[in-house]
């Protein structure tokens, strides 16, 4: 790669964020669950199989001379941690009740890792110039997005009470490790991995 080259890469940005990625296994059952929910719910966006994460810190718009630098800091954090156990627990929504923004899919397990790895998170991306959100950390799988209405026949229902019927536990896995993604808009799945970064 010439000089030129390399520096219209070094200045080119991308949407990053780091997450926690789901097996497949448990990517295809909440997929599975999520049909069912789909044929008596209308949202607008619903998230393909293949991208169901847990966030920790969305990064935003990146330059990419800065993600070496972004891996150094990851993995340093990756090394301090071990491996735990989560499951997929119960649904929920961001927004009104009659017209939630998001459906969601919580997580139950050993939370307080996962907190305490967000945390670190966090903080080791702080000195790279970062911000952490304000609003507090809530863990959770996003499945769909903007509601707009029930399907004809389940008018007298509310998202929650159709959610709650669906709402099979269970389904854990490990989590060894966690991911940098870069967001591909208008692309099937939009998640790319960037890294991964692995647990002692």
Known sequence: MNVHKLQEHASRRERLFIAVRLPESVQQFLHMQAQLIRNKLDFRKWTDH???????????????????HLRTALHAVATHFQAFDLQLSDWGTFGLEKTPKVLWRGVN????????????????????????????????????????????GMEHYGVSE????????????????F????????????????DTFSFS
């Open 162 to 177: 159709i959610v709650t019927e669906h709402a099979s536990h269970g389904n854990s896995w490990t989590v060894d490790g």
């Open 109 to 152: 397990g050993d939370i307080e890792r996962l907190h305490h790895l967000q945390q670190q998170i966090v903080d080791a991306t702080k000195n790279l110039g970062f911000e952490a959100e304000l609003r507090p950390y809530r863990a959770h799988i996003t499945v769909a997005r903007k509601y707009l209405g029930s399907f004809p």
């Open 50 to 68: 293949r991208d169901y994460h847990i966030t920790l810190q969305f990064l935003g718009d990146t330059l990419m001379s800065e993600v070496g």
């Open 179 to 194: 991911v940098l993604y870069v967001t591909r808009l208008g692309q099937t799945p939009m998640y790319e991995t960037v």
